[in-house]
T-cell receptor, first 109, second 114 residues
Framework: TQLLEQSPQFLSIQEGENLTVYCNSS?????LQWYRQEPGEGPVLLVT?????EVKKLKRLTFQFGDARKDSSLHITAAQPGDTGLYLC?????????FGTGTRLKVLA | NAGVTQTPKFQVLKTGQSMTLQCAQD?????MYWYRQDPGMGLRLIYY???????DKGEVPNGYNVSRLNKREFSLRLESAAPSQTSVYFC?????????????FGPGTRLTVT
């Protein structure tokens, strides 16, 4: 059972465009994390959000945790080719993490 | 500071063979995890260890066993490999850093079972 749905699954955009990736669940999580994974490597943690409604910024990336702690979004402003990769969200629940299926982003120069 | 290390990086097994994947972390984290990643399936939790001396099943434990050897090391064993276990295996450790929950992954083991 996939508890975390990510959308879109694939996204191909031009350099300089903005985009938003969504991570949705019917379950509540104690915290939610976003990762980026490049081919042949393990996922790398970008951010952890804990409080409902929390917004965190990491340079051109903005992360938001839903008020009910069931969903999250990742917004990238002025995407660059270096943003290309697989973006994964993961919900934490009592020592365990549930991962979404991922959004594969390609940014074209 | 190496973070999370895994060995081997690549492995080819024949059906029925056994092997152990090794994982070690140097961040003094209590929790460690084994995941598998298959195309279109995301990361699925096989087993986890919330602390030294404890292990628990994740989403897809069948065909695997684990050992939390000490706080640093967490190994995954395939007793009798099957083609369905062809996958990329990631070990991870989790703790807190600056008040935030963090999870760090190893580079992965690419396993093919023929």
């Amino acid at each position: 059972t996939q508890l975390l749905e990510q959308s879109p699954q694939f996204l191909s955009i031009q350099e300089g465009e903005n985009l938003t990736v969504y991570c949705n669940s019917s379950s509540v999580f104690s915290s939610l994390q976003w990762y980026r994974q490049e081919p042949g490597e393990g996922p790398v943690l970008l951010v952890t959000v804990v409080t409902g409604g929390e917004v965190k910024k990491l340079k051109r990336l903005t992360f938001q945790f839903g008020d009910a702690r069931k969903d999250s979004s990742l917004h990238i402003t002025a995407a660059q080719p270096g943003d290309t990769g697989l973006y994964l969200c993961a919900g934490a629940r009592t020592y365990k993490y549930i991962f979404g299926t991922g959004t594969r982003l390609k940014v074209l120069a | 500071n190496a973070g999370v290390t895994q060995t081997p990086k690549f492995q080819v097994l024949k059906t029925g063979q056994s092997m152990t994947l090794q994982c070690a972390q140097d961040m003094n984290h209590n929790s460690m995890y084994w995941y598998r990643q298959d195309p279109g399936m995301g990361l699925r939790l096989i087993y986890y260890s919330a602390s030294e001396g404890t292990t628990d099943k994740g989403e897809v434990p069948n065909g695997y066993n684990v050992s939390r050897l000490n706080k640093r090391e967490f190994s995954l064993r395939l007793e009798s490999a099957a083609p369905s276990q062809t996958s990329v295996y990631f070990c991870a450790s989790s703790g807190t850093s600056g008040g935030d929950l963090v999870q760090y992954f190893g580079p992965g083991t690419r396993l093919t079972v023929t």
